[in-house]
């Protein structure tokens, strides 16, 4: 593209010198409708409890959701997320509990689903907050065994779909997951049920504390590197991105999200698709800590969404959904 206009004629600083005029050339903005709230659900009764590793994040036993529910509908949010803390001796190598159906995500959604009206729920289909072995699928002779998993893969999809969920959100990056989950879903009747694929889910440093909040972190050895993606690739994620849509993906996701807007950018700009992108836990809390030690003004996690706004994303999964939201007037 040729840069027209040429100083002292043009000069770039007119639309920038007052707050009404920077308000009404910009080119990108946040909206509530842009935001996705993630929740962390807890067995027991009348427990909200803190996650060490993410300063003002909760864990919500469910007869207490309605604390943070209850914001997220009077700001109008579009989604929440929902992610289990499963009990330790629930726990095996299969994963079975992610069967359950009355299983911590289960009873959540039903909850969530009778008592609101006008949000949507979105769950993870993945193993590993089931396992004993912290790992997103079942493991055979040392192995993450991909078809095995795929089968049980779909059958917690479906149990998702049937409890209620909205978007069935496959986090596990197995491979031929989501048109296995796409057909299982129709073959029983849950064709409006939408399918979000992370679809480009790198292998990350970033979700330690995620793994805190899910209790699978002490139990994880090894690394996720066989599934997940490898941090030094770009053309591979418009591969995983095609083979999703193909398969049936209603929307696509990128993670983690600050450290990989160049995905998010050449995702969106090749697809022409939603794309979401996750600003994970590991994200949030490198963010949130700098701000509660005043390293960083607060204005920084708006900063951060913004940019993957520009990046390309439609809507974001960020753990600042709510503060952010209760203030985007001041931005
Ligand atoms: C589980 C899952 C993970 C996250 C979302 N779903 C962790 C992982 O893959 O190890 C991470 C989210 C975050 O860090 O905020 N499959």
Redesign the pocket.
């Known amino acids: 593209m040729k840069i027209l206009g040429k100083f002292p004629s043009t000069r770039l600083r007119r639309v920038r010198n007052s707050d009404w005029i920077r308000r009404l050339v910009s080119e990108n903005n946040l909206s509530p409708n842009d935001l996705i709230l ?1 929740i962390f659900i807890r067995e027991g009764k009348n427990k909200i409890e803190k996650i060490k590793s993410m300063p003002g994040v909760y864990r919500y036993s469910i007869d207490m959701l309605s604390k943070i529910l209850d914001k997220a509908e009077k700001f109008n949010l579009p989604m929440v997320a929902i ?1 289990p803390n499963t009990p330790s001796d629930k726990r095996d190598n299969n994963g079975s509990e992610a069967l359950n159906e009355n299983n911590l995500i289960c009873r959540g959604v039903k909850f969530i689903k009778k008592k609101y009206k006008n949000f949507g729920v979105m769950t ?1 289909v ?1 193993l ?2 089931y396992t004993s072995h912290g790992h ?1 699928g079942v493991i055979i002779n040392g192995k993450i065994d991909n078809d095995e998993t795929l089968k049980i893969l779909n059958k917690q999809a479906l149990l998702q779909a049937a409890m209620g969920s909205d978007v069935i959100a496959p ?2 990056m197995m491979d031929g997951r989501i048109g296995s989950i796409r057909k299982t879903l129709d073959k029983n009747k849950f064709k409006d049920t939408k399918i979000l694929s ?1 679809a480009v ?1 790198y292998a990350s440093n ?2 330690g ?3 805190d909040a899910v209790g ?1 972190k002490s139990n994880l050895k090894g690394d ?1 590197k066989t599934y ?1 993606m490898d941090m030094r690739n770009y053309n591979e994620a418009l591969r995983e991105v095609s083979l999703d849509i193909k398969e049936g993906a209603d929307f696509v996701m990128v ?2 999200g600050m450290p990989y807007l160049d995905i998010i950018s050449l995702i969106k700009k090749t697809f022409k698709i939603p794309v979401f992108s ?1 600003q ?3 994200e ?1 809390s490198m963010i949130k800590n700098s701000v509660k030690n005043k390293y960083l003004n607060e204005n920084a996690i708006y900063e951060s969404l913004i940019s993957l706004k520009r990046a390309g994303s439609n809507a974001i999964i960020t ?1 600042f959904a709510l503060d952010v939201v209760a203030k985007l007037d001041s931005y």
């Open positions: 993630p992610f993870d993945a590993d907050p997103d986090s596990d992370y889910k970033f979700y504390p995620f793994r699978s996720k997940q993670k983690p996750y994970v836990s590991g949030y753990y």
